[in-house]
C-alpha cells in the first residue's frame, strides 16, 4: 500500500513565526500536491509539484511556498504565519493520470 | 468556474440502512469522477473512479454512478455498518489538467 505520511499530526505555532510542514511518500510517486482543508469548503490546492525541484501554484498560494529537493518528500513553507492560516492541512501523492491521489492524515495546525 | 456541490450536507442513519449521497458538478472538459471516504483525522481513501463512458462501479457495499450528460453522480452505501460513519466527497477532473476539483463532502452518521 502506498504511504503517505505527513511528520505532525497537530502543530501550534504563533503569528509570524516560519512553519514548515513535511510529507513523505514511500511509493516512487511523480506528482505530490499540498492542500488546505477547511469546515464548509472542499479541499484547496495550495502547491503541486510534478518532479524534483518543479513546482507550480494551486488555487490559494498566498502566504506560501513549497520544497521539493527529493522525489520522496515535498515541504510546505509557512514564511511568515498567521492566525488565517489555521487548517488542517493534507499532503497527497499520485503516479499522475487516471490514477487516484493517495493522502496523508494530515496536519491541523493552529496560529495563535 | 467548475464547482461540485453535494447534498446533503450531513445525514443520519440507523445501521443496516441504506442510503444515497448526490454530487453535481459543472466541471468541462470533464475527465474522471472520484469518491472519497474519509474518517475523522485521517486523510481521504479512493473509494471508486470512473470515466464519462462508466455508469456504475461498486467496491464491496458501496456503488457509485455517474450520468455525464446531466452532470450527476451518486453514492449508494448498502447495509450501513458503524464503520461507514465518515465523510464523503466527490471529486471531479479536467481533461488534460492535474487539479481537482472537490466538493464540499456529506458527513454520514451510522448509528445502532
Known amino acids: 500500500d502506498v504511504k503517505v505520511t505527513q511528520s505532525s499530526r497537530y502543530l501550534v505555532k504563533r503569528t509570524g513565526e516560519k512553519v514548515f510542514l513535511e510529507c513523505v511518500q514511500d511509493m516512487d510517486h511523480e506528482n505530490m500536491f499540498w492542500y488546505r482543508q477547511d469546515p464548509g469548503l472542499g479541499l484547496r490546492l495550495i502547491y503541486f509539484s510534478y518532479d524534483v525541484k518543479m513546482k507550480e501554484k494551486g488555487d490559494i498560494p498566498e502566504g506560501y511556498s513549497v520544497s521539493r529537493e527529493k522525489k520522496e518528500r515535498f515541504s510546505l513553507i509557512l514564511e511568515s504565519a498567521s492566525t488565517n492560516q489555521t487548517s488542517m492541512y493534507l499532503c497527497a501523492s499520485s503516479s499522475g493520470g487516471w490514477q487516484p491521489q493517495h493522502f496523508g492524515d494530515g496536519t491541523r495546525l493552529s496560529i495563535l | 468556474k467548475n464547482q461540485v456541490e453535494q447534498s446533503p450536507q450531513s445525514l443520519i442513519i440507523l445501521e443496516g440502512k441504506n442510503c444515497t449521497l448526490q454530487?453535481?458538478?459543472?466541471?468541462?472538459?470533464?475527465?474522471?469522477l472520484r469518491w472519497y471516504k474519509q474518517d475523522t483525522g485521517r486523510g481521504p481513501v479512493s473509494l471508486t473512479i470512473?470515466?464519462?463512458?462508466?455508469n456504475t462501479k461498486s467496491n464491496g457495499r458501496y456503488t457509485a454512478t455517474l450520468d455525464a450528460d446531466t452532470k450527476q453522480s451518486s453514492l449508494h452505501i448498502t447495509a450501513s455498518q458503524l464503520s461507514d460513519s465518515a465523510s464523503y466527497i466527490c471529486v471531479v477532473s479536467v481533461a488534460s489538467d492535474y487539479k481537482l476539483s472537490f466538493g464540499a463532502g456529506t458527513t454520514v452518521t451510522v448509528r445502532a
Open positions: 470512473m470515466t464519462f463512458s462508466e
Open positions: 454530487c453535481n458538478y459543472t466541471v468541462s472538459p470533464f475527465s474522471n
